[in-house]
């Protein structure tokens, strides 16, 4: 099992909701997150006194997989989550141990 | 049916261009204590010595009348929290900022229009006895007797004639014309530069609402149809379902389809995309807000708190409140399954824009009867606007006070009963009769009114807006229409600096 989390911008998230639907997976966890890379801040002034912007809002999708799924769902969110434009964000890969789903008692690959 | 009678002295008709005959006999006397024993003392009464107790009287009751015509201006003037809560709360966390600083700034820029030649052009030429307004403060500017179209006199309020009447009249007027202004701000949210928005404000102030205001309330051509074209009493609109939210309404149209849709409104395929607001306390304090405000917009149209009238303007306009927010409740309910809370607020709100021309001729059962029709037609309304004209409006104010404002003018032409509004325009009426009573024309005025605004009136805005949009593109400034990346990102940082909700306190 494998946790893929990406990082994208807010408006992209319908596009890969429904590009994920499409290719058949079944859930996916979404958190309101700020951060910066390399799309960095900018300043602004409020009240008349300048203050650095740094963190830009984005959307943490955190989704569980099959091994032999990865490839397959890294490139649909890549696909459908990029512009172009700096700040598309990033998707990176992290072994998983152990799964179990709550109401069942299901454990591994049919947990997910 | 049951009869209020309006006034406790016989009305006159008064030959000078005013919005109505004065319904009582007032001296000649400026509001002010000294003047008005000076003046007394001149006028030689026919009677005997105790002419003078009821001359004090009536001057006192002018002075009253004054004070809450005062009172009317500034519960209007409230109403503009009323408008910022509810579009703030309608619209999207990222804008927030942006939308509400709109309805902020909308306020003072409509005053500055207004207050150099807007007034002006709308109320030179009116006059109103009743709280102190004895002389208008100047005359025709475009057009003659009973064709007239725009007024002139008293030029950023200098010049002669500047009495305290006249300045707490020109408050409740400016607060009426920023009603109008602040209309458009609702439909154009989440994608209006801010800089095209402040042209706005000036312009609707300076010329847009005081067109129609001048053929109306200020004793124009629409006002005198009664006689031109034996059109009932003329245009009636008592507080102004056509001249405040029909005009408003309208604008906010235009500006919708000059702005286009919000990115990711409508998809690929044109369905609708629901894009919720981030608020919705905000939007329904918003809303009682504006029903507070409201009694002031209706019932202060009085313009004497001796005329009380202002009691059944009063209860009409909460009647169609309460009938237009449990009718919308349950027809939302019907129609998709929920009570949702944002079409409950708008279905109030349809009751009051409705209300608003009729309230003072029309007995409490016909107010609910209006705030139920209301209920019914904003809800359609936002459907058709939607889904079939495919036009994006966040908040539904095409619907709230366009449509339901030119209900509200043609309402006055189904249901005024004939209880009110003698020599209403300076007419022959012995008040303002509809269709209930029989009477066809009165409505043959209220559609013609209701055709000017969504004709020229419409054009007027329309092409504004399109040339503001035209001149800036040609300068360089890429239209009136923010940039997709701002609109993407949230208008609050790119426009106005500063985010309504600020990442981590």
Redesign the interface.
């Known amino acids: 099992m494998q946790l893929i989390t990406a990082i994208v911008k807010p408006?992209k998230i319908?596009d890969v909701k429904d590009a994920l639907k499409a290719a058949g997976i079944g859930g996916v966890t979404a958190a309101e997150v700020?951060g910066f890379g390399r799309q960095g801040g900018h300043t602004?002034?409020?009240r008349g006194t300048e203050y650095e912007?740094d963190?830009v809002?984005k959307v943490r999708l955190d989704i569980l997989v099959d091994e032999g799924l990865v490839d397959q769902v890294i490139t649909t969110i890549k696909d459908a989550a990029v512009t172009g434009k700096i700040g598309d964000g990033k998707i990176w890969v992290t072994p998983v141990s152990r799964v179990l789903r709550i109401r069942t008692g299901e454990e591994g690959a049919d947990a997910i | 049916m049951f009869r209020l009678s309006a006034a406790r002295s016989r009305p006159e008709l008064d030959a000078r261009p005013s919005r109505w005959a004065p319904r009582r006999l007032v001296p000649k006397v400026l509001a002010g204590s000294a003047l008005a024993v000076l003046a007394t003392a001149v006028i030689a009464p026919s009677a005997g010595a105790q002419d003078t107790a009821p001359d004090a009287t009536a001057v006192l009751g002018t002075q009253v009348n004054l004070l809450w015509v005062v009172l009317g201006a500034v519960l209007v003037i409230f109403m503009q929290a009323g408008f910022a809560l509810v579009e703030t709360g309608f619209c999207r966390r990222k804008h927030a900022a942006h939308v509400v600083s709109t309805n902020f700034a909308v306020f003072g820029l409509g005053f500055i229009g207004f207050f150099f030649v807007g007034f002006p052009l709308a109320f030179g030429g009116f006059s109103y006895a009743a709280f102190g307004l004895d002389k208008p403060v100047g005359d025709a500017l475009l057009g003659s007797g009973n064709w007239i179209f725009l007024f002139k006199g008293g030029w950023a309020l200098s010049g002669g004639g500047i009495t305290p009447a006249l300045l707490g009249f020109f408050l409740y007027m400016v607060a009426f014309m920023d009603t109008t202004a602040t209309i458009p701000t609702g439909s154009m949210a989440e994608r209006w530069k801010w800089g095209s928005f402040v042209i706005w404000g000036l312009f609707c102030g300076a010329i847009y609402y005081p067109l129609f205001a001048a053929w109306t309330w200020g004793g124009g051509w629409l006002a005198k149809t009664w006689d031109t074209m034996s059109l009932g009493a003329g245009y009636v609109d008592f507080a102004g379902s056509g001249v405040v939210h029909a005009v408003g309404g309208v604008a906010a149209l235009a500006g919708a389809i000059a702005l286009g849709p919000r990115i990711g409104k409508f998809g690929k395929d044109g369905t609708p995309k629901a894009l919720p607001g981030h608020h919705i306390p905000m939007a329904m304090l918003g809303t009682f807000i504006l029903l507070f405000g409201w009694f002031g917009f209706n019932a202060a149209s009085t313009f004497a708190a001796t005329d009380v009238q202002f009691a059944t303007v009063a209860l009409n306009t909460a009647a169609a409140a309460a009938f237009g927010a449990i009718t919308a409740m349950l027809w939302i309910t019907k129609r998709t399954g929920k009570p949702d809370p944002g079409m409950m607020a708008n279905g109030m709100l349809a009751g009051l824009v409705a209300i608003t021309a009729p309230c003072a001729f029309v007995a409490p059962w016909a107010a609910a009867v209006i705030g139920i029709i209301a209920g019914v037609l904003v809800i359609e309304s936002v459907f058709f606007v939607e889904r079939k004209l495919k036009i994006d409006d966040p908040v539904g104010a095409i619907s709230v006070h366009g449509v339901c404002g030119i209900f509200g003018v043609l309402a006055v032409g189904i249901f005024a009963n004939g209880s009110y509004g003698a020599a209403w325009n300076g007419s022959t009426v012995k008040g303002v009769e509809g269709i209930i009573k029989g009477n066809w024309s009165q409505l043959g005025a209220q559609v013609l009114g209701a055709v000017v605004i969504c004709t020229v009136i419409f054009g007027v805005v329309f092409a504004f807006f399109k040339i503001q949009d035209a001149i800036s593109k040609a300068m360089g400034k890429g239209g009136i229409r923010s940039s997709e990346a701002d609109e993407i990102e949230g208008l609050d940082i790119p426009e106005m600096g500063v985010l309504a909700y600020p990442d981590f306190p």
């Open positions: 408006f319908d700020r602004e002034t409020y912007i963190f809002p």
